[in-house]
Every structure is written in structure tokens, then in C-alpha cells.
């Protein structure tokens, strides 16, 4: 599936194009509408066409996961409204890693509807600081977030509750020291299926960085092995990831089949290729 390395060069040469942290080359094409459309089950995309946001319903209380861009939250709950669910309720958002095209609109959704905010504990200090840290990979070419004002921490493997509702933490860093990726059931016509949103795991980083030795981020290279070990072992029959092309979402959408069975660890083996090839340009720089 060639859509995952593709996507992945155009991330890499926007990021590469921005000098200056606070521009956004791709913004605009991420921040496209997208009419909201519906998954499985109890599971809708209220993203805009280039950055995703997962809304999972019930009666008692929905659950929101990521909110792109800081430009995008109104589309989101716009989109949130126009598929007839409130906003305000909306009792928890999560994130997948806190950089500003997953977690810009996180702030003002949570005013918005006056929901908890969980996060990973490095990604939770990142929100309510603001600021890039030193340790992202990333840091000196991406802008900060808006400051999250009340952000609740889970541990791996930890399960949230929003009314009937839970949804599962499983740390998976190594794009960023927080990433995390989440997985569900939705159920539909007595068929329920597993659900994972799988966060962004490409080696992409500021001029200088290196994943192999980085003073920084010591243990990038055991956390991506960690990462990849959970997404080859994921129960995963419905694949979702921050950015929808990585998991061939479009292509599924017209087909109106979101079920593969082999799409998690299909991820697993396309991002391991990316880091190999990462490593071995390290490597050749270095000589």
C-alpha cells in the first residue's frame, strides 16, 4: 500500500519547508471540510479531510479523540452538530501525540463542550505548558499548541469511561515521547469489532536530530520497537490514524468497507521500513 509512503514524504517536506516554527506549510490542504461521516457501530469521523477526530456516541456521554489544528475546531463541531450530537456532550477528549495538527483544537473543544481532557503524562505537561519541549523530536520547526487548562493522566494499559462508554491508553511512542494510540469496541447488528487508532509512528524530525543517538530522547529506538510490538498484536479489525491517508481511509470510504483485518500490522511493517531507512541515512551522514 503505497498511500502510507507517500503521505509520509509529504509530511516530511512540508515540516522541511517551515523555518520558521510558528508557519504552517500544509495547513491549509490538512484544515480541507470533510462532510462527517459514519464509521461502525457507535464510532463517527467529524475530522477535516487531512487530520483526523474520531467522536464515539451514547446516550450518557460521547468521546472525542483528537482535535487537529487550533483553525479546525469549529469545523469539528460543526461536523459534531450537522450528524445530530451535541457538543456539550462531549465528555472526554484524548489525544494521540500533542503536536499542533492532532491537538491544536483540543482547548477550545474543551470550552466548547466542558469536557475532561486525559493525556499521557509527558504529552498532559506538554498541553499545559504550551511549549515545545526539548525532547520531541520535532522541536524548533512546529508552533506550540494553545494551553489546556484542566488535563487528567492515565498509565499504559489504563481504561477511560465517559458514561458507558471506555475507551483503552496504550503508550506508543517514539514520534513523539508521549504518543499514544487507543483502541474500542462498536457494536452493530450484533456484530461488535475492534476498533484501533493508531497513532503517527514516522521518524520525522528537526535538522540535527538524531533517532539513533539523541541526547535528548535516549530510548527513541526501544519505544518505536515497543510500539510496532503493539500494533502487530492489537486485536484490529477497523484501522484509524491521525492522518486518515496513512491507513488508506478515503480509499475504504468508497469502497464503504472499513474492515482489514491485516491493516494494523501492515502500519507495523511500512513504519519499521521508515526507521530503517532513517537509521541507515543517519548512518551514511555520520561517516
Known sequence: MRFGLLVFSLVVAGLAAQSDPSACAQCAVWNQPQRPFH?????????????????????????????????????????????????????????????????????????????????????AEVMRRGAVPHDDPQFGIIRPIARV????????????????????????????????????????????????????????????????????????????ERSYAFLEGAPCDILLTPHPDMSGLWERLEKTNFVDGGACRALAERSREQLRKRLATERAESR
Not at 58 to 64: A, K, N, Q, R, W
Not at 168 to 194: K, M
Not at 199 to 221: C, T
Open 149 to 224: 487548562a484542566r488535563v487528567e493522566t492515565f498509565e499504559n494499559g489504563e481504561t477511560l469511561h465517559a458514561g458507558t462508554l471506555h475507551i483503552t491508553a496504550h503508550l506508543t511512542p517514539g514520534h513523539t515521547p508521549g504518543g499514544t494510540s487507543w483502541t474500542w469496541q462498536s457494536c452493530e447488528g450484533g456484530r461488535c469489532l475492534n476498533l484501533v487508532y493508531a497513532d503517527s509512528l514516522s521518524p520525522v524530525s528537526a535538522d540535527g536530530f538524531l533517532f539513533s543517538r539523541s541526547k535528548q530522547y535516549l530510548h527513541a529506538l526501544e519505544d518505536f
Open 39 to 123: 464509521i461502525y457501530g457507535d464510532t463517527y469521523y467529524v475530522g477535516t479531510h487531512g487530520l483526523a477526530s474520531i467522536l464515539i456516541t451514547s446516550s450518557s456521554g460521547h468521546i472525542l479523540i483528537d482535535g487537529a489544528l487550533s483553525e479546525s475546531a469549529p469545523q469539528i463541531a460543526a461536523n459534531v452538530r450537522t450528524l445530530g450530537f451535541r457538543v456539550e456532550d462531549i465528555k472526554l477528549i484524548v489525544n494521540s501525540h500533542v503536536h499542533y495538527d492532532h491537538a491544536g483544537g483540543i482547548a477550545e473543544l474543551q470550552k466548547l463542550s466542558g469536557a475532561r481532557v486525559a493525556a499521557s503524562r509527558w504529552t
